[in-house]
C-alpha cells in the first residue's frame, strides 16, 4: 500500500456541467487535469464564458509540473490559453488530436510557446508527469481521441475517466479500452474520479453509429438538400453525414468557422476522411441541383450568430432554404438552450423544410455513458473509493449510489463540491478542507473584472431599467441652480409622471437645504428614496434609480 | 350547405403555445373563444404577463356580445379580466369549474359585476351565443371541466377543441366524448380549430391515470415524508395524490395559495374529493411522524417564489427537507425552465431528499393529445377544412400533416397565423387578410405601457450596464462649469479608465465648445461617441451610454 498522500481538488465541474478542471498534488507538486471553461447562464448577463477560479494557485505557480487534457472538447481545454496566460504550466500533455485543438486555440491567443506540447499515448507505457507516473487509456466520446488518465500518486492509484462511453461500435474504431480497465482494476484502484452526466439515466446510451444508421434511413430518398447540424467538435457525426453524402452522390458544404477549423485539423491528423473533390464553397452550392448538396454546419444549440440560425432567419449570404430541404438537427439542446432551438425548428419548417430533431427521430446519440456504462467501469476497476465528478449535483448524487450498488462503502463515496480537498493516504479518501472558489467571468476583453456586484446591478437593469435624475445645487445661495434633469431607459416612455418625478425630487431637494441637508451622499439618498417610492406607487415598478447632485 | 361567411381570427396561440384567444365574427356580431395569457420569455425582461393585443377589438366593443371560455388554465382565461376591463362583453360562457375559477380571478381584479356569467352545459342542447347556436362537448384534459365548442355560423359548422387528450380512464369519470364528436362528424363539420401541441408526437399521451399507479408504486414504502409538486390548476393530479395519502394514512398538507385557492373552489363544487380530517395546517406538520404526512404543493415549474423553490432553497417558514423524504416533481419543465427546474431538483436532492421527475420516474403525463388522437378526431369529425391551432408553428404544421394524411385536401388545410382573417364562406376556409397583432405587456401596474423599445433598452442595460456622464456647462463665457462626473453600473469597478474616460469627455466637449457646437443634443452625441469608442477599445463592451449636460 503506499504511504504518502495525495491530494485532488476540483476547481470546476462538479456541481454543475462544464469547466471541468482538478488539482491532483502530493508533496513534490501537482499537475492539473483538464482546463475547461462553460456558458454563461441566464443569470451571467452579458458575460461571454466563464472559467474556473485560478485563485488558489494563484500563489503557487511553481508547483504546477503539467496540464493534461483528457479530449479537446470546450469544457476540458478551454480555459487552458487563460490559464496559461495567468498561471502558466511547463508541459501540457494530450493526445494527438486534443493537441492538434489546442494548438490551434493557443496560437489565436499568441501562446504558442507558453508550454511544451507533448503527446499521450494510450498503447504505450507509463511516462512521469510531474511527480506522477501517468498512463492513458482509450475511451470513447463524441469527439475522437478521448481518454482516461492513470496517475500513480504517493496516496495511491487514481482513474479519471475524462468523459466517456463504453461504445463497442465506435465510428473511428476506438473502442473504450474494457481490456485495459480490467487490468488496472486487477492491478488495484485506489480512486475512480469519474464522469457523472448520465448517471440517472437507465441502461445504456445507443452506439454513435445508430446515428449513421438513421442518415442512411433518412438521407437517400430525399430529393432537396440536406442540412445537418451538430456541435463542430462532433467529428465521428461530421464522419458519417459525409459518409452518407458520398454514397448518396451529394457534394458537402462546410458551413461554420469552427467546423471547417475542427475538420482541417482532424483531416490534415488523419481522424476523419473526407475525399478532396467531395467538398465545395458553400457559395457554389447554388451551381448544383439542391439532391446532389448537403450542407454540414454549426448551430445546434440554436446559437444566435452561428450558420444554422442565420439559416433559419434567412440571413445566411450563400444558404436560403427552399421547399424540399431537410434539416436535420443532430445534437441534443443543451439545457437553457431549448428555446432557442424551437425557434430555429419553427423558422425552419415556416420556410418549407422538413425538420428531424432529436425529439421526434433517432438523430443524436449521447457521448456519456448511461447508468449501466457506469456500473461497467465500476465492475472492471473496483475501486476502494469512488469520487464522482462531471455533473450537477443529482448526477453526482446518483453516480454515487451506483457506486454503493457496486460495493464501495459508503464512506467512500466521496460527494465533493468545487473547492473540496481530498485527500487520499492509507488507501482511503476523505474530504479534508474546503476552499472557497467561484468563477471568473470574461467579458469583452476583461477576464475577471466583472463580479457579482456587476452581475446584480445588470440583473436590476434588465428587470425595469433606469432613472437618472441630476439635480444641480449652487450658486450664491447654496440652492439648486438647474431644474431636474430626468432620464430614463427600459421604463417607460416619459409621461405626467415624469412631470409628478421632477417636482417631487425639487421639493425634496428642497427641504433637505432647507433642513440643512447638504451633504451630497445624503442628498442622493434622499432622492433616490422620494423618487424610488413615488415611482413604486405609480407604477408597481423598481428601476434602478442613480441621482447625480452636481455642484456648481 | 350555410349561405353566408364567417371569419376567424386568432388574436393569440399560433405561432407560440400560450395565450390562446379567438375572434369568430358573422355579419351580426362575434364571440371570443379563451382570453389567455402567457409567460414572459426570456428576451420579457422584467415583464410579468403577456396579453393578447386587443387592438382589433377598441374600436368594436358594441360587436362583442360573448366571450367562450374552454377550460380554466391561465392560458386560456388569463387575459379574461384585463380584457373586460379594457373591451368588455355582456356574457362569459364556461363550464361550472371554469366559471367557479375566474369568479374568484373576477373578484381579485374587482370586476365580478363586469358580465353575466352564464353556465356551458355539455350535456343539454344547443345555447344561443351571440349571432351563433352553439354546443360544448366534453373533452379531458389536465384540469377537469375542459370543453370543445361547436358553433353553427353563417359560414358553416365550426368545432373549437380547445385543449384536450382522448383519455379513456380519467380520473374523475369525465371522458372525452367520442360518442358526440362522432355525430358531430356525421352530421357535417365545416371548420376545425383543433389543439396541436403535441401533434409532433407519435403514438397516444398515456391517460392521467398512469400517474396515479407510479404514485401507488412510489408511495407506499416510502418511511419518510413525500412532497408531491405539480400545476395549481391539476386537479386529477391533486386528487391522485390525495387519495394514495389516503390510503397510506398520511395527512396532507396544501402548501402554495394558487393551489389552496384552486382546491377549495374544486371542493366546493364536487370536483374533488377530500375528506374533511384528512388535511392539517403546513405549521402543524412537525407534529406528526414524517411517514403520516404529505405535502401537495405548487412549484413544479421551479418558480421563483413558489412553495417547491422555497423548500429546495430552505426559505420555507414550516417546511425543512430531511434526510429520507422523497420529492416527486408531477410535471414536465415547460420549455425555458429547465434550468430553474434542474436547480430545485440538485438543491432538494443536496438538502438529503430522493427527487422523482418526469425524466426518471413515470410521474407525469401530458394533458394534450399525441398524433394518433389528434388522427382519431379528425377520423370522428371529418371535417371538410382544418385550422390547427394552440402552437408553435412546428406543432400547427405537424397537425396539418395529420389532416392531409386524413384526406383533407391541401388548400383546405389553412396555416395560419396570430392576426390571420380566415374566412368560410361556402364549405371552405381561406386566409383573406392579414392584420397586425402584437402582444401587450404587463409590467407591475402597467398595461400596454412597456413596449418594445424599452426591452431593447432593458437588454442593452443586461449585457454590459450603463455608463452616465454628467457634464455642466455655462457660466459667463459659457464653458463647462464642473469636471465630468461619471457613474458606472453593471460595467466594472472604477479604475484608470474612468479617468481616461473623464479626460476624454472634458476634450471633447472642449473641442465642440471650441468648434462652436453649443446645441445640447448634438454636444450629447459627441461625447456619447467619443465614450463609446474609447471604452470599447479599452474594455471590448458596449455599455448604455448616457450623456447628461446640464446648462447652468
Known amino acids: 500500500m503506499p504511504s504518502g498522500w495525495t491530494r485532488i481538488t476540483p476547481l470546476g465541474g462538479l456541481g454543475e456541467v462544464g469547466k471541468n478542471m482538478t488539482i491532483v498534488e502530493s508533496e513534490q507538486g501537482l499537475v492539473i487535469i483538464d482546463a475547461g471553461l462553460s456558458f454563461p447562464r441566464d443569470e451571467h448577463l452579458g458575460v461571454d464564458l466563464v472559467l474556473p477560479d485560478f485563485g488558489p494557485l494563484r500563489e503557487r505557480r511553481g508547483d504546477v509540473r503539467a496540464v493534461i487534457l483528457t479530449h479537446g472538447h470546450e469544457d476540458h481545454v478551454g480555459a487552458l490559453p487563460y490559464f496559461l496566460r495567468e498561471i502558466g504550466a511547463p508541459e501540457v500533455w494530450a493526445t494527438r488530436l486534443t493537441l492538434g485543438l489546442i494548438q490551434s486555440k493557443l496560437g489565436e491567443h499568441g501562446l504558442l510557446r507558453s508550454a511544451e506540447l507533448r503527446e499521450a499515448e494510450p498503447e504505450q507505457g507509463p511516462v512521469e508527469i510531474g511527480p506522477f507516473r501517468a498512463q492513458f487509456v482509450r475511451m470513447a466520446h463524441s469527439i475522437p481521441d478521448a481518454v482516461a488518465v492513470v496517475l500513480d500518486t504517493p496516496g495511491g492509484r487514481i ?3 475524462g468523459d466517456y462511453k463504453i461504445d463497442h461500435t465506435p465510428v473511428d474504431g476506438f473502442r473504450t479500452d474494457v481490456g485495459r480497465l480490467a487490468e488496472l482494476g486487477n492491478e488495484g484502484v485506489d480512486l475512480l474520479l469519474g464522469d457523472s452526466t448520465n448517471a440517472e439515466r437507465p441502461g445504456v446510451t445507443e452506439s454513435e453509429r445508430t446515428v449513421g444508421e438513421a442518415f442512411r434511413h433518412i438521407i437517400p430518398p430525399l430529393r432537396g438538400r440536406v442540412l445537418v447540424a451538430s456541435f463542430a467538435s462532433n467529428l465521428h457525426r461530421v464522419q458519417q453525414a459525409i459518409d452518407v453524402a458520398l454514397e448518396t452522390n451529394r457534394k458537402v458544404a462546410l458551413v461554420g ?14 481522424y476523419i476522411d473526407v475525399p478532396e473533390d467531395l467538398l465545395i464553397k458553400p457559395e457554389r452550392l447554388g451551381e448544383l441541383p ?33 421547399k424540399g430541404d431537410t434539416v436535420i438537427i443532430s445534437a441534443k439542446p443543451v439545457p437553457g438552450n431549448e428555446l432557442r432551438v424551437h425557434d430555429s425548428i419553427n423558422r425552419l419548417t415556416k420556410a418549407g423544410a422538413q425538420v428531424l430533431h432529436q425529439e421526434i427521430a433517432p438523430v443524436h446519440a449521447s457521448g456519456h455513458g448511461n447508468a449501466e456504462e457506469l456500473r461497467t467501469i465500476l465492475a472492471l476497476l473496483r475501486p476502494k473509493n469512488v469520487m464522482p465528478v462531471h455533473g450537477e449535483f443529482r448526477m453526482l448524487y446518483a453516480h454515487g449510489r451506483l457506486a454503493t ?23 482511503r479518501a476523505r474530504i ?43 450658486g450664491e445661495n447654496g440652492r439648486r441652480a ?28 428642497a427641504q433637505c437645504l432647507d433642513g440643512g441637508v447638504a451633504e451630497l451622499k445624503l442628498l442622493q439618498e434622499h432622492i433616490h428614496d422620494a423618487l424610488g417610492q413615488l415611482v413604486y406607487e405609480r407604477t408597481g415598478r423598481r428601476p434602478m434609480i442613480l441621482p447625480v447632485v452636481v455642484e456648481v
Open 159 to 161: 482513474v479519471h475517466t
Open 432 to 474: 479534508v478542507d474546503q476552499i472557497d472558489v467561484g468563477s471568473t467571468f470574461v467579458d469583452g476583453l476583461g477576464v475577471g473584472d466583472v463580479r457579482d456586484v456587476a452581475l446584480r446591478d445588470r440583473r436590476h437593469l434588465s428587470e425595469d431599467g433606469v432613472l437618472i435624475v441630476v439635480v444641480t445645487i449652487g
Open 290 to 322: 439542391p439532391e446532389e448538396t448537403m450542407i454540414v454546419c454549426t448551430g445546434s444549440q440554436g446559437e444566435p450568430m452561428s450558420a444554422l440560425t442565420r439559416i433559419a432567419y434567412n440571413d445566411h449570404k450563400h444558404i436560403t432554404i427552399e
Open 257 to 270: 468557422r469552427s467546423l471547417r477549423k475542427n475538420v482541417n485539423i482532424a483531416k490534415s491528423l488523419g
Open 482 to 509: 438647474a431644474a431636474p434633469e430626468l432620464v430614463a431607459r427600459g421604463f417607460a416612455e416619459p409621461g405626467p409622471l415624469f412631470d409628478e418625478a421632477r417636482d417631487e425630487v425639487a421639493r425634496t431637494v
Open 405 to 427: 450498488d457496486a460495493g464501495v462503502p459508503e464512506d467512500r463515496v466521496i460527494l465533493a463540491e468545487n473547492g473540496s480537498v481530498v485527500e487520499l493516504a492509507d488507501g
